[in-house]
């Protein structure tokens, strides 16, 4: 490992950089297809149940694990959420262009929102063994948001 590593941090460092940029890369991809939110509601919904919430978020769990206890983790995992925020913040602005928000929703603040949502959505679903919180979570919040939208009843559904 030191081989391409010069020591522990800059290890961690490309971990987390590796997690967020694949994260970001997944959820751009979903949300720029013509059912955007919808399949990006499809993608996470359907990663969870494949890993049955075990494990969490690969970019969240880095946060128990380092935020604490090392700055420089903390502000790159926190970079990571930033560019993850940014890239749903990204896909939501079609639907804001459209009309199709609840009237003064701005993406940027729902787009946090969701972030959050998933995150202690996942957070409930891997202590409790069941991705049932997780996904009444991120339907209750699409619904909310999104008039006439039936979150649950996807284009992969």
Known sequence: MYHYFPDKDEL????IAYQADAIVS???HALSGVHGVEAWRDMVISAAKRTKAKGGCQLGSLVGQLAETDP???????????????????????LHADGKLQPGIDPDDLATTLLATLEGGLLLAQATGSIGPFETAIDTLLTLAIPGSNPSSGPDE
């Open 12 to 15: 961690l460092q490309a971990v």
């Open 72 to 94: 420089e983790a903390r502000a790159l995992i926190a970079g990571g959420f930033d560019q993850w925020s940014a890239t749903i913040a990204d896909g939501l602005r079609s």
């Open 26 to 28: 997944r959820n751009r």
